[in-house]
């Protein structure tokens, strides 16, 4: 169970620590807008757009992820085979995240169904 809550805690971390790269587009943007950072990051490109689009789909993914973890701690179903879906899923997001940097399309959407699969592995370990 240990294994599981740290990669639910790493992957509570992911979307805070993709807004990084994020905060660095906007501040090459002409400085970090805070009083209207959605719209300067709408007017991101390259780089900054897909940063953008990685921080928002670590917060999509978690929803998946957490509830999977949930349900199966409230089953008491917390397998080994669920720690380890755990940690590839973690895996997949932040190999996710480096690939959607770099604009590696293909190999990301793989990331991107190996971390899926593996959130959808653990719900399943409830039944």
């Known amino acids: 169970m240990q294994t599981l809550l740290i990669c639910l805690f790493i992957a509570m971390l992911l979307p805070y620590l993709a807004k990084g790269p994020v905060a ?3 501040a090459k943007l002409g400085g970090y807008d805070n009083a209207h950072p959605r719209s300067q990051q709408a007017q991101l490109t390259g780089v900054g757009a897909r940063a953008l689009a990685g921080h928002q789909n670590a917060f999509e993914s978690l ?3 957490g509830i999977s973890c949930l349900v199966v701690l409230a ?3 917390v397998t080994p085979l669920v720690s380890t ?4 899923h973690v895996i ?3 190999s996710y995240h480096l ?3 770099k604009g590696i399309a293909t190999m990301r959407s793989l990331a991107w169904f190996v971390g899926i699969f593996s ?3 653990i719900f399943f370990q409830a039944f």
Do not use: H, S
């Open 24 to 26: 660095v587009a906007m």
């Open 63 to 65: 929803i998946v992820f």
């Open 75 to 77: 089953t008491d179903n």
């Open 85 to 88: 879906l755990a940690i590839v």
């Open 92 to 94: 997949a997001r932040v």
């Open 99 to 101: 690939l959607y940097l």
């Open 119 to 121: 959130a959808f592995g």
